[in-house]
């Protein structure tokens, strides 16, 4: 697991005074590329092979400017050539939960244009990294 935490910006939230729904979904970005980093791959756009097939987020309670989000990030699958991963948003002062996500990254040769099997040294990585539920 890996945790990021984001401070909320003004510009982030909404009329509503809470943050926009759209937000969330930079959030678990951001979340996902840390993550990756944080294994040792590279996330540049020259190297960068994994596209996002799909992704959701489940809103539980509001979150508003200036509160420190706590972003908690896992692999739950490995397969031949996707894997996917849980997203945990919580208040970090308080650890209420604000929303989950979920996301399915398919690994991409854009020279082909097609899906092909994640390398044996990236799914080693990811492997070792994989959280049972």
């Not at 993550?35 to 996330?43: I, K, N, P, S, Y």
């Not at 082909?112 to 070792?128: H, R």
Request: hydrophobic letters at 40%.
């Amino acid at each position: 697991m890996h945790e990021l935490e984001v401070n909320v910006r003004f510009s982030e939230t909404d009329a509503l005074g809470h943050i926009n729904n759209t937000n969330y979904f930079i959030y678990l970005e951001e979340a996902r590329i840390r993550f990756f980093e944080a294994l040792g791959l590279t996330t540049n756009a020259e190297s960068w092979n994994f596209l996002l097939a799909s992704t959701k987020c489940d809103f539980i309670a509001q979150g508003y400017f200036n509160q420190l989000l706590t972003i908690r990030t896992s692999l739950t699958k490995v397969g031949t050539k996707s894997c996917d991963m849980a997203h945990e948003i919580l208040c970090s002062q308080t650890g209420a939960s604000i929303a989950k996500g979920s996301a399915v990254l398919v690994f991409f040769n854009f020279s082909n244009q097609k899906s092909e099997p994640i390398p044996e040294m990236i799914k080693e990585k990811l492997i070792l990294h994989l959280v049972h539920n």
